[in-house]
Protein backbone atom coordinates (compact mmCIF):
# COMPACT_ATOMS: atom_id res chain seq x y z
CA UNK A 1 0.00 0.00 0.00
CA UNK A 2 1.25 3.10 -1.15
CA UNK A 3 1.92 6.25 1.94
CA UNK A 4 -0.75 8.53 2.16
CA UNK A 5 2.13 11.59 2.08
CA UNK A 6 3.51 10.38 -1.09
CA UNK A 7 0.28 10.62 -3.05
CA UNK A 8 -0.21 13.97 -1.83
CA UNK A 9 3.61 15.38 -2.57
CA UNK A 10 2.87 13.60 -6.02
CA UNK A 11 -0.30 15.32 -6.48
CA UNK A 12 0.93 18.89 -5.83
CA UNK A 13 4.03 18.35 -7.92
CA UNK A 14 1.93 17.53 -10.47
CA UNK A 15 0.09 20.23 -10.31
CA UNK A 16 2.61 22.81 -9.68
CA UNK A 17 4.11 22.04 -13.03
CA UNK A 18 0.96 22.10 -15.01
CA UNK A 19 0.31 25.49 -13.63
CA UNK A 20 3.85 26.28 -14.35
CA UNK A 21 3.20 25.39 -18.12
CA UNK A 22 0.19 27.08 -17.89
CA UNK A 23 1.40 30.61 -16.78
CA UNK A 24 4.39 30.33 -19.05
CA UNK A 25 4.41 33.13 -21.36
CA UNK A 26 7.31 35.29 -23.23
CA UNK A 27 7.23 38.86 -23.97
CA UNK A 28 7.12 40.50 -27.50
CA UNK A 29 10.63 41.13 -29.08
CA UNK A 30 11.64 44.89 -28.50
CA UNK A 31 10.56 47.60 -31.23
CA UNK A 32 12.63 48.34 -33.71
CA UNK A 33 13.73 51.39 -35.46
CA UNK A 34 15.87 50.97 -38.87
CA UNK A 35 19.10 53.32 -39.36
CA UNK A 36 19.51 54.23 -42.85
CA UNK A 37 22.60 52.57 -44.67
CA UNK A 38 23.96 54.57 -47.89
CA UNK A 39 24.96 52.39 -50.73
CA UNK A 40 25.71 54.92 -52.77
CA UNK A 41 28.64 54.83 -54.73
CA UNK A 42 29.92 51.92 -53.64
CA UNK A 43 30.13 48.18 -54.89
CA UNK A 44 27.93 45.71 -53.99
CA UNK A 45 29.89 42.78 -51.59
CA UNK A 46 27.24 40.21 -52.03
CA UNK A 47 24.89 40.43 -55.09
CA UNK A 48 22.91 37.58 -53.48
CA UNK A 49 21.82 36.33 -50.08
CA UNK A 50 19.76 33.54 -49.27
CA UNK A 51 18.87 33.44 -45.21
CA UNK A 52 18.14 30.02 -43.92
CA UNK A 53 16.00 30.02 -40.45
CA UNK A 54 15.73 27.69 -37.72
CA UNK A 55 12.19 27.11 -36.98
CA UNK A 56 12.88 23.43 -35.49
CA UNK A 57 11.30 22.72 -32.35
CA UNK A 58 14.00 23.62 -29.73
CA UNK A 59 13.60 27.42 -31.71
CA UNK A 60 10.21 27.20 -29.70
CA UNK A 61 11.58 27.63 -26.39
CA UNK A 62 12.89 30.95 -24.13
CA UNK A 63 15.55 32.73 -24.37
CA UNK A 64 15.84 35.49 -21.41
CA UNK A 65 12.07 37.12 -21.91
CA UNK A 66 11.64 35.70 -25.47
CA UNK A 67 11.04 32.89 -27.54
CA UNK A 68 13.29 32.11 -29.95
CA UNK A 69 11.92 31.79 -32.96
CA UNK A 70 10.56 35.77 -32.79
CA UNK A 71 13.88 36.58 -32.01
CA UNK A 72 14.84 35.10 -34.91
CA UNK A 73 12.01 36.01 -36.99
CA UNK A 74 13.07 39.35 -35.82
CA UNK A 75 16.49 39.49 -36.79
CA UNK A 76 15.19 38.45 -40.61
CA UNK A 77 12.54 41.14 -40.45
CA UNK A 78 14.90 43.92 -39.01
CA UNK A 79 17.37 42.83 -41.35
CA UNK A 80 15.17 43.03 -44.02
CA UNK A 81 14.06 46.78 -42.89
CA UNK A 82 17.42 47.91 -42.77
CA UNK A 83 19.18 46.91 -46.39
CA UNK A 84 17.94 49.77 -49.14
CA UNK A 85 15.35 49.02 -51.38
CA UNK A 86 17.11 49.85 -54.15
CA UNK A 87 20.32 48.39 -53.66
CA UNK A 88 20.00 45.54 -56.27
CA UNK A 89 20.23 42.33 -54.04
CA UNK A 90 18.19 38.97 -54.92
CA UNK A 91 17.16 37.14 -51.43
CA UNK A 92 15.11 34.61 -50.56
CA UNK A 93 14.23 32.76 -47.52
CA UNK A 94 14.42 29.21 -46.18
CA UNK A 95 13.49 27.36 -43.38
CA UNK A 96 14.33 24.28 -41.53
CA UNK A 97 11.93 22.67 -39.35
CA UNK A 98 8.52 24.44 -38.60
CA UNK A 99 5.34 23.19 -37.60
CA UNK A 100 4.19 19.77 -39.14
CA UNK A 101 0.56 21.28 -40.14
CA UNK A 102 2.06 23.89 -41.92
CA UNK A 103 5.70 22.69 -43.32
CA UNK A 104 5.53 18.82 -44.15
CA UNK A 105 9.00 18.31 -45.38
CA UNK A 106 12.53 18.66 -43.25
CA UNK A 107 13.29 21.85 -44.97
CA UNK A 108 11.12 24.42 -47.18
CA UNK A 109 11.22 27.82 -49.84
CA UNK A 110 8.74 30.40 -47.97
CA UNK A 111 10.42 33.61 -49.88
CA UNK A 112 12.04 32.24 -53.56
CA UNK A 113 15.42 33.61 -54.43
CA UNK A 114 14.64 36.77 -56.58
CA UNK A 115 14.73 40.92 -56.16
CA UNK A 116 14.45 42.13 -52.70
CA UNK A 117 11.04 42.98 -51.68
CA UNK A 118 10.82 43.74 -48.00
CA UNK A 119 7.03 43.26 -48.01
CA UNK A 120 7.55 39.74 -49.59
CA UNK A 121 10.46 38.80 -47.19
CA UNK A 122 7.16 40.15 -44.38
CA UNK A 123 4.86 37.82 -46.15
CA UNK A 124 7.28 34.76 -45.90
CA UNK A 125 8.17 35.66 -42.17
CA UNK A 126 4.34 35.50 -41.43
CA UNK A 127 3.99 31.98 -42.22
CA UNK A 128 6.49 31.06 -39.37
CA UNK A 129 3.69 30.56 -36.93
CA UNK A 130 5.60 27.74 -34.73
CA UNK A 131 8.55 25.65 -33.93
CA UNK A 132 8.08 22.49 -34.73
CA UNK A 133 10.51 19.18 -35.81
CA UNK A 134 14.12 18.21 -36.42
CA UNK A 135 16.84 20.52 -36.95
CA UNK A 136 18.64 19.21 -40.66
CA UNK A 137 20.48 21.80 -41.17
CA UNK A 138 22.48 19.86 -43.44
CA UNK A 139 19.95 19.05 -45.74
CA UNK A 140 18.66 23.34 -45.89
CA UNK A 141 22.36 23.86 -46.53
CA UNK A 142 22.09 21.84 -49.44
CA UNK A 143 18.84 22.83 -50.84
CA UNK A 144 19.90 26.22 -50.80
CA UNK A 145 22.56 24.98 -52.74
CA UNK A 146 20.41 24.66 -55.62
CA UNK A 147 18.52 27.74 -54.74
CA UNK A 148 21.57 29.88 -55.38
CA UNK A 149 22.54 27.69 -58.69
CA UNK A 150 22.87 29.88 -61.64
CA UNK A 151 22.78 33.70 -60.12
CA UNK A 152 25.68 35.98 -60.86
CA UNK A 153 28.08 37.45 -58.63
CA UNK A 154 28.73 36.93 -55.29
CA UNK A 155 26.42 35.09 -52.64
CA UNK A 156 25.88 35.42 -48.79
CA UNK A 157 24.13 32.95 -46.81
CA UNK A 158 22.87 33.86 -43.51
CA UNK A 159 21.80 31.10 -41.09
CA UNK A 160 19.82 32.09 -37.81
CA UNK A 161 19.84 29.20 -35.53
CA UNK A 162 20.51 28.42 -32.33
CA UNK A 163 22.44 25.77 -33.34
CA UNK A 164 20.78 23.35 -30.22
CA UNK A 165 22.09 19.62 -30.67
CA UNK A 166 24.07 20.36 -33.91
CA UNK A 167 27.03 18.62 -34.76
CA UNK A 168 29.03 16.81 -37.35
CA UNK A 169 25.97 16.93 -40.33
CA UNK A 170 25.97 20.86 -40.23
CA UNK A 171 29.82 21.08 -40.54
CA UNK A 172 29.28 18.58 -43.48
CA UNK A 173 26.60 20.86 -44.93
CA UNK A 174 28.49 24.07 -44.66
CA UNK A 175 31.62 22.36 -46.02
CA UNK A 176 29.71 20.92 -49.12
CA UNK A 177 28.19 24.34 -50.18
CA UNK A 178 31.21 26.34 -49.71
CA UNK A 179 32.76 23.36 -51.73
CA UNK A 180 30.42 24.08 -54.58
CA UNK A 181 30.59 27.93 -54.84
CA UNK A 182 34.05 28.53 -53.37
CA UNK A 183 34.79 32.49 -53.69
CA UNK A 184 32.27 33.73 -54.14
CA UNK A 185 30.09 32.40 -51.51
CA UNK A 186 29.96 33.41 -47.58
CA UNK A 187 28.74 32.14 -44.98
CA UNK A 188 27.59 34.27 -42.18
CA UNK A 189 25.63 32.47 -39.02
CA UNK A 190 23.62 33.90 -36.65
CA UNK A 191 23.10 32.47 -33.05
CA UNK A 192 20.22 32.90 -31.15
CA UNK A 193 20.61 32.17 -27.09
CA UNK A 194 23.58 31.32 -25.55
CA UNK A 195 24.27 27.48 -26.58
CA UNK A 196 27.99 27.12 -25.83
CA UNK A 197 28.36 24.20 -28.37
CA UNK A 198 26.22 26.35 -30.52
CA UNK A 199 28.63 28.94 -30.15
CA UNK A 200 31.40 27.39 -31.09
CA UNK A 201 29.24 25.51 -34.03
CA UNK A 202 28.71 29.07 -35.47
CA UNK A 203 32.34 29.96 -35.00
CA UNK A 204 33.25 26.80 -37.45
CA UNK A 205 30.80 27.38 -39.83
CA UNK A 206 32.47 30.65 -40.23
CA UNK A 207 35.66 29.44 -40.45
CA UNK A 208 34.58 26.64 -43.44
CA UNK A 209 33.11 29.42 -45.31
CA UNK A 210 36.08 31.68 -44.70
CA UNK A 211 34.84 35.20 -46.13
CA UNK A 212 31.80 35.44 -43.79
CA UNK A 213 31.69 36.25 -39.57
CA UNK A 214 29.24 34.94 -36.95
CA UNK A 215 27.44 36.82 -34.33
CA UNK A 216 25.21 36.59 -31.44
CA UNK A 217 21.39 37.86 -32.83
CA UNK A 218 22.43 40.05 -29.20
CA UNK A 219 24.26 41.71 -31.60
CA UNK A 220 22.03 42.66 -34.12
CA UNK A 221 18.98 44.21 -31.81
CA UNK A 222 19.73 48.29 -32.04
CA UNK A 223 19.08 50.00 -35.30
CA UNK A 224 22.64 50.95 -35.32
CA UNK A 225 23.82 47.26 -34.77
CA UNK A 226 21.93 46.09 -38.01
CA UNK A 227 23.01 49.01 -39.70
CA UNK A 228 26.93 47.93 -39.02
CA UNK A 229 25.58 44.59 -39.90
CA UNK A 230 24.24 45.09 -43.43
CA UNK A 231 27.29 47.15 -44.31
CA UNK A 232 29.60 44.71 -43.20
CA UNK A 233 27.82 42.09 -45.39
CA UNK A 234 26.20 43.62 -47.82
CA UNK A 235 27.96 46.64 -49.18
CA UNK A 236 31.84 46.75 -50.65
CA UNK A 237 34.21 49.41 -51.47
CA UNK A 238 33.28 52.82 -53.24
CA UNK A 239 33.33 51.91 -56.92
CA UNK A 240 36.27 53.17 -58.67
CA UNK A 241 35.01 52.09 -62.29
CA UNK A 242 38.77 53.65 -64.12
CA UNK A 243 40.44 52.17 -61.33
CA UNK A 244 42.41 55.55 -60.39
CA UNK A 245 41.92 55.70 -57.04
CA UNK A 246 39.27 58.24 -57.10
CA UNK A 247 35.43 56.99 -55.79
CA UNK A 248 32.92 57.20 -58.86
CA UNK A 249 31.30 59.76 -56.30
CA UNK A 250 33.69 61.96 -56.28
CA UNK A 251 35.34 61.15 -59.79
CA UNK A 252 34.65 64.63 -61.93
CA UNK A 253 36.90 63.02 -65.16
CA UNK A 254 35.66 59.31 -64.97
CA UNK A 255 37.35 57.05 -67.55
CA UNK A 256 40.90 57.85 -66.91
CA UNK A 257 43.14 55.66 -69.02
CA UNK A 258 44.78 52.62 -66.60
CA UNK A 259 47.91 53.59 -65.22
CA UNK A 260 47.29 57.82 -65.62
CA UNK A 261 47.93 59.54 -62.45
CA UNK A 262 45.02 62.05 -61.04
CA UNK A 263 44.66 64.81 -58.63
CA UNK A 264 41.79 64.37 -55.84
CA UNK A 265 39.08 64.92 -58.16
CA UNK A 266 39.97 62.28 -60.53
CA UNK A 267 40.92 64.19 -63.24
CA UNK A 268 44.93 63.90 -64.99
CA UNK A 269 47.44 65.60 -64.16
CA UNK A 270 48.05 68.91 -66.03
CA UNK A 271 51.03 70.37 -64.30
CA UNK A 272 51.75 73.27 -66.92
CA UNK A 273 47.94 74.20 -66.46
CA UNK A 274 47.76 74.53 -70.36
CA UNK A 275 44.28 72.25 -70.78
CA UNK A 276 46.02 69.03 -72.00
CA UNK A 277 46.40 66.29 -69.31
CA UNK A 278 50.16 65.26 -68.86
CA UNK A 279 49.93 61.78 -70.31
CA UNK A 280 48.78 63.62 -73.57
CA UNK A 281 51.00 66.45 -73.40
CA UNK A 282 54.27 66.37 -76.23
CA UNK A 283 54.92 69.59 -75.09
CA UNK A 284 54.93 69.75 -71.49
CA UNK A 285 56.67 72.74 -69.26
CA UNK A 286 54.35 75.01 -71.79
CA UNK A 287 54.39 78.81 -70.68
CA UNK A 288 51.75 80.21 -68.43
CA UNK A 289 48.78 81.74 -71.00
CA UNK A 290 49.99 79.70 -74.09
CA UNK A 291 47.54 79.12 -76.07
CA UNK A 292 48.14 75.01 -77.35
CA UNK A 293 46.53 72.89 -79.82
CA UNK A 294 45.02 69.29 -78.69
CA UNK A 295 48.56 67.69 -77.95
CA UNK A 296 49.57 70.45 -75.67
CA UNK A 297 51.84 72.28 -78.13
CA UNK A 298 51.96 75.68 -78.87
CA UNK A 299 49.10 76.90 -81.70
CA UNK A 300 51.62 77.22 -84.95
CA UNK A 301 48.89 78.38 -87.31
CA UNK A 302 51.37 78.81 -90.11
CA UNK A 303 53.36 76.04 -89.71
CA UNK A 304 56.57 77.65 -89.75
CA UNK A 305 57.68 76.03 -86.09
CA UNK A 306 57.28 79.69 -83.53
CA UNK A 307 54.04 79.58 -81.53
CA UNK A 308 51.62 81.89 -82.53
CA UNK A 309 52.73 84.00 -79.07
CA UNK A 310 55.96 84.70 -80.08
CA UNK A 311 55.75 84.88 -84.41
CA UNK A 312 56.44 88.27 -85.45
CA UNK A 313 55.83 87.36 -88.99
CA UNK A 314 52.37 85.32 -89.01
CA UNK A 315 51.13 84.00 -91.79
CA UNK A 316 54.41 82.47 -93.33
CA UNK A 317 53.88 80.41 -96.66
CA UNK A 318 54.70 76.75 -96.22
CA UNK A 319 57.98 75.74 -96.37
CA UNK A 320 59.79 79.38 -96.47
CA UNK A 321 62.46 79.33 -93.02
CA UNK A 322 62.33 81.14 -90.50
CA UNK A 323 64.33 82.36 -87.45
CA UNK A 324 62.79 82.54 -83.86
CA UNK A 325 60.70 85.37 -84.03
CA UNK A 326 58.73 83.36 -86.71
CA UNK A 327 59.72 85.80 -89.58
CA UNK A 328 61.51 84.42 -93.14
CA UNK A 329 65.15 84.60 -92.86
CA UNK A 330 65.82 87.53 -94.54
CA UNK A 331 67.37 86.13 -98.03
CA UNK A 332 67.70 89.87 -99.34
CA UNK A 333 70.07 90.95 -96.33
CA UNK A 334 69.75 94.40 -94.95
CA UNK A 335 71.87 96.95 -95.99
CA UNK A 336 72.69 95.33 -99.40
CA UNK A 337 71.85 96.81 -102.84
CA UNK A 338 71.78 93.71 -104.70
CA UNK A 339 71.51 90.04 -104.40
CA UNK A 340 72.40 86.76 -106.69
CA UNK A 341 71.10 83.31 -106.83
CA UNK A 342 71.74 80.82 -108.98
CA UNK A 343 69.79 78.23 -107.34
CA UNK A 344 66.80 80.00 -109.59
CA UNK A 345 66.64 77.78 -112.57
CA UNK A 346 64.73 77.16 -115.59
CA UNK A 347 63.75 75.02 -118.51
CA UNK A 348 66.47 74.62 -120.48
CA UNK A 349 66.49 77.64 -123.66
CA UNK A 350 62.73 78.18 -121.69
CA UNK A 351 61.42 80.75 -119.37
CA UNK A 352 59.40 78.22 -117.27
CA UNK A 353 60.54 77.75 -113.63
CA UNK A 354 61.91 74.44 -112.51
CA UNK A 355 59.45 73.43 -109.29
CA UNK A 356 62.79 72.60 -107.40
CA UNK A 357 63.49 76.65 -107.01
CA UNK A 358 59.79 77.35 -105.62
CA UNK A 359 61.26 77.18 -101.75
CA UNK A 360 63.94 80.50 -102.38
CA UNK A 361 61.41 82.25 -104.30
CA UNK A 362 58.69 81.67 -101.60
CA UNK A 363 61.79 82.65 -98.91
CA UNK A 364 62.38 85.85 -101.32
CA UNK A 365 58.42 86.55 -101.65
CA UNK A 366 58.55 86.36 -97.66
CA UNK A 367 61.39 88.82 -97.47
CA UNK A 368 60.17 91.29 -99.36
CA UNK A 369 56.85 91.02 -97.80
CA UNK A 370 58.52 91.55 -94.38
CA UNK A 371 60.04 94.86 -95.94
CA UNK A 372 57.16 96.89 -97.29
CA UNK A 373 59.11 99.64 -98.01
CA UNK A 374 61.85 97.32 -100.34
CA UNK A 375 61.19 98.10 -104.12
CA UNK A 376 63.71 95.66 -106.57
CA UNK A 377 63.91 95.06 -110.40
CA UNK A 378 64.59 91.45 -111.21
CA UNK A 379 67.69 90.91 -113.83
CA UNK A 380 67.79 88.25 -115.80
CA UNK A 381 71.57 86.97 -116.78
CA UNK A 382 72.30 84.25 -119.08
CA UNK A 383 76.11 82.94 -120.33
CA UNK A 384 77.16 83.91 -123.85
CA UNK A 385 76.03 80.52 -125.15
CA UNK A 386 74.21 80.94 -128.62
CA UNK A 387 72.79 84.50 -130.62
CA UNK A 388 73.36 87.23 -127.75
CA UNK A 389 69.37 88.29 -129.29
CA UNK A 390 68.23 84.92 -128.03
CA UNK A 391 69.97 85.22 -124.86
CA UNK A 392 68.57 89.02 -124.35
CA UNK A 393 64.84 87.80 -124.93
CA UNK A 394 65.31 84.45 -122.73
CA UNK A 395 67.00 87.10 -119.82
CA UNK A 396 63.68 89.48 -120.27
CA UNK A 397 61.48 86.33 -120.34
CA UNK A 398 62.57 84.15 -116.90
CA UNK A 399 62.78 87.43 -115.27
CA UNK A 400 59.69 88.40 -115.90
CA UNK A 401 58.24 84.82 -115.06
CA UNK A 402 60.19 85.08 -111.55
CA UNK A 403 57.87 88.58 -110.97
CA UNK A 404 54.73 86.66 -111.98
CA UNK A 405 55.58 83.90 -109.19
CA UNK A 406 56.80 86.97 -106.49
CA UNK A 407 53.07 88.26 -107.32
CA UNK A 408 51.29 84.95 -107.09
CA UNK A 409 52.68 84.84 -103.50
CA UNK A 410 51.04 88.17 -102.69
CA UNK A 411 54.00 91.08 -103.48
CA UNK A 412 52.61 94.04 -104.80
CA UNK A 413 52.93 94.46 -108.69
CA UNK A 414 54.45 97.74 -107.90
CA UNK A 415 57.10 96.71 -105.94
CA UNK A 416 58.91 94.23 -109.12
CA UNK A 417 59.71 95.06 -112.45
CA UNK A 418 62.22 92.80 -114.45
CA UNK A 419 64.68 93.18 -116.67
CA UNK A 420 66.64 90.94 -119.19
CA UNK A 421 70.83 91.43 -119.76
CA UNK A 422 71.32 88.52 -121.84
CA UNK A 423 75.18 88.05 -121.88
CA UNK A 424 75.79 91.38 -121.68
CA UNK A 425 76.95 91.09 -117.91
CA UNK A 426 78.84 88.60 -116.95
CA UNK A 427 80.10 88.22 -113.52
CA UNK A 428 82.31 85.31 -114.35
CA UNK A 429 84.39 84.13 -117.33
CA UNK A 430 82.10 81.93 -119.85
CA UNK A 431 85.12 80.10 -120.80
CA UNK A 432 84.91 77.71 -118.77
CA UNK A 433 82.08 75.41 -117.21
CA UNK A 434 82.16 76.92 -113.79
CA UNK A 435 81.95 80.90 -115.17
CA UNK A 436 79.18 79.63 -117.01
CA UNK A 437 77.02 78.47 -114.91
CA UNK A 438 77.61 81.59 -112.23
CA UNK A 439 76.53 83.80 -115.34
CA UNK A 440 73.23 81.99 -115.59
CA UNK A 441 71.44 83.89 -112.72
CA UNK A 442 68.44 86.34 -111.32
CA UNK A 443 69.70 88.81 -109.63
CA UNK A 444 67.32 91.67 -107.59
CA UNK A 445 68.67 94.84 -107.53
CA UNK A 446 67.19 97.53 -104.79
CA UNK A 447 65.57 100.54 -106.48
CA UNK A 448 66.37 103.80 -104.30
Known sequence: MKHP???????????????????????????????????????????????????????????????????????????????????????????FGGDPKTFSKSTSVVDDVGNFDKVEVD???????????PSPLGKAAAAVSDDLEGLDGTSAVIIVTDAKGMGAQQIAGATAIKEKFGDS?????????????????????????????????????????????????????????????VSDAMDKCPGTPAGVKVDTAGCSLDSDKDGVPDYLDRCPGTPAGMKVDQTGCPLDSDGDGVPDSLDKCPGTP??????????????????????????????????DIKPVSYGILDEIAAAIGANPQLKVVVEGHTDNTGARAFNMDL??????????????????????????????????????????????????????
Open 318 to 351: SGVKVDVSGCPLTVLQSGAVSWTFNEISFEVSKA
Open 185 to 245: LCLYPILVGDDANGQKLMEEIARIGGCGFAVNADELASGQQMADYVQKVFIGKMMDSDGDG
Open 123 to 133: KALSTITKAGG
Open 395 to 448: SNRRAQSVVNYLVGKGVSPSRLSARGYGPDRPIAENATKLGRSKNRRVQFTKVE
Open 5 to 95: VSNVVLVLMIASLMGACATTSYQPVPAFTPVDVDAGGHALKSQNVAVILDASSSMGEGYQQWKKLDIATAVVHNMSETIPADMGVKSGLRI
